[in-house]
């Protein structure tokens, strides 16, 4: 219970810092951070439709999170996201397009098309890492500019609309439907992928904590040595990790250009999404709900962003500079368990020396 | 206190507290060092020993606390100033560069010469002139990497006496040295006294400390227990200091018949992670009922041995046979069939627990089904049964007393001994027909070691086989029924452990067999 508590605080603590540095650089700037600060809140929160938009934003963010938490419990650094995410909205994009079928079975062979695509993008290096050892943090960097201009020259190639926009727009019958008709709320876009979303934090988490695979995958990544010894194959785990994890990245993929953008756009480049995951999963502690609050943070980060921009007059950018702040005060060792633990350590000095 | 005696007080540490998060290291210890002494530090693993010596080499700084040098307070920032101040330390991992001659090594970053060169021969003279001096008898030319781990020792001893150092400290220095190899330090440690330079021995092995010491100071659970000199006291008294109770020393051997060969080896070969040659034509065999106890110097392909019998590492040539079956992994080149010991019911406690033994930030109760999580009860159809893992760690907890009591805290908290009683909780519990026992107390207490012996003594009353593996030569010789010596990848004999004398397996793990050719056998 207290070590629940702890997980807690510390990025709760957090993320107070961030934007507490965050309400100095606003003041700075001669604004004020109350406003932006309100407005913020506002835009991510304040009505259905802006609390839609930041479900929305969360979708992709929640997949690319998951694909790095679960790709580090096996001990392996999965910068990726990007070209994952990228091959795995073409494959859904494709199967979108060129298969003619009912809705019941044309979505959900979408959805697996599209885990297929981040798969393959993820099995690359993760079988460069089991079979070669060569280091995946490299291999996945570099297939992200592989997956950029493969995925760019499908796009602009076969695939091309005769409307020149990039690919045509998928069969209706691949598109996520909406959750809320728009009737409810009027213009929201919020689709069926965050509730799949959500299934998979639960399904991600369940894996890693209550099955035979999932112990095997931590084993290999605390310690592979001791998993061999214990007859678990590094290998065949660091391949398996590798594919989920491109898996999933595929899914935010498949979510966001199917259902978000209705296109994969021909000018295309690095949505960023697989590099904010990195950053999502720390946030996160690396474990999938984590992983989903802090997905919910940045959405509304990002939706909040646009409205603080027209109310207070603050940049949309100072949301990039908070995102980075909250990231900086949660993964650098212990600042703020720092000052935890300067706190205590005083206290307690106080007490010897007086005892 | 009378002047005179106060006078010969060289080193005072006073009231040094030393925290790790909530682990208190050292809590308020005192340590005095006479001038010209040899000063023994005793305790059992993690009661702080080497922690002590760390500030005092100011290695770590001390939370409270203070040093005094001479009678004169110093601020130990660093192991610069401790060098400075003419205080050495031998480290338990030696800090030598094995491509580098013994000079070369010695002199490092005080090298003779100017700014540009480096004056070889000077660097040589003097080395051989110390080594002279001191009977160290090593040659300044030989590259270190052809040295043993006897010569290397005494390299980093030489390395501190070029430095000047007068307050020498030997963190478990015999750890790593057979018998005789204990007597020439021994020799030198005297030799060292005579010239006026002043010992601190860090040991838990007690028969050292009582024939090398002139003084002792004894450490429990992060404290001074004692100070005791060597001429009134006893090893008992010195276990009772460090344990806090009464230590049984030898567990009770009772012999029993021995019953069928449950393993088979015949001419094993293999290969070392570096490709070269560690086992070179081993053959034994061990019955049920039995243990066969495996000595040797570390690094005498004990590793290799332990881990091709379990299926961790692949054959080269040879066979292995359990109960009759060729269970020989011997596919070179391809991956040899993991986990095989667990299929084939073989236990193996492997002689570096944090490196294979266990999964240190899985909890207790996971590290306890490791190698069998795929097996029921611990899970049915891929998916674990938590209540089956928790209710197994807590049964074993009991049955093994591992302490805390605490199935889900992660065995990283666990201290040295209970988290070896954790992999021998986990071992024994297959009802395996053959065990791999590879240094089973290894950074073990008194009284851990006592209950892990009494563990594998029942083991053997229950009839399994058993190859204990260890560089501890007492352990061999107190549990073992045979002794087969390892030097060099080979057995160089097996003794039966009635004929066997600490003297003779002292020289058959050097490498010397003439021994055993004066005698029949």
Redesign the interface.
Known sequence: MKKIAREILLPISSIFFAFLVGAVIIKASGRSPFLAYQSLLMGGFGSLGNLAQTCLFSIPLIFTGLSVALAYKCGLFNIGGEGQFLLGGLFSMAAGIYIHAPFIIHFPLCLLCGFAGGAVAGAIPGWLKARYGIHEVINTIMLNWICLNFVAYIVNGPMKSPSGLGTPEPLKTAIPPLIIPDSVIPGNQLNIGFIIAIVFVLLVGFYLS???????L??VG??P?????????I?KNIFLAMCLAGGLSGLGGTFYYLGDLGRIPSTLSFTGYGFEGIAVALVGGLNPIGVFGASLLFGSLESGGIFMQLNANVPKDLVTIIQALVIIFVIVPGLVQSVFNWYRAKKE?EG?EYS | MDSSKQQNILVELKNITKKFGALIANDKVNLSIEKGEIHALVGENGAGKTTLMNVFYGLYQPDFGKIYLNGTEIHMANPKTAISLGIGMVHQHFMLIPPLTVAENIVLGEEPGNFLTYNKSKAISEVQQISEKHGLNVDPAALVSTLSVGTEQRVEILKLLYRRASILIFDEPTAVLTPQETKDLFRIFNSLKKEGKTIVFISHKLKEVMEISDRITVMRQGKTVGVLVKEKTSEAEIARLMVGRDVLFIPDKEVFPKGDVVLEVQNLQAVNDRHLPALQGVSFTVKAGEILGVAGVAGNGQTELAEVLTGLRSVKNGKIFLKGQDVTQDSPGEKIKLGIAHILGIAHVPEDRHKRGLILDFPVAYNLILGSQNKLPFSKNLILDSQAIQNFAKEKIVEFDIRPGNENLPARYLSGGNQQKVVIAREFSRDPSFLVISQPTRGVDVGGIEFIHHQILSMKKKGKAILLISLELDEILNLSDRIAVLYNGKIMKILERAAATEEQLGLLMAGISEYSSTEKS
Do not use: C, D, H
């Not at chain 1, 209550?210 to 095997?216: A, F």
């Not at chain 1, 040595?225 to 194959?233: D, L, N, V």
């Open positions: 209550r099955t035979v695979q999932g112990y095997n931590k084993a605390l310690n040595m001791a998993a061999e010894y214990g007859g678990i194959s290998s000095k010897f």
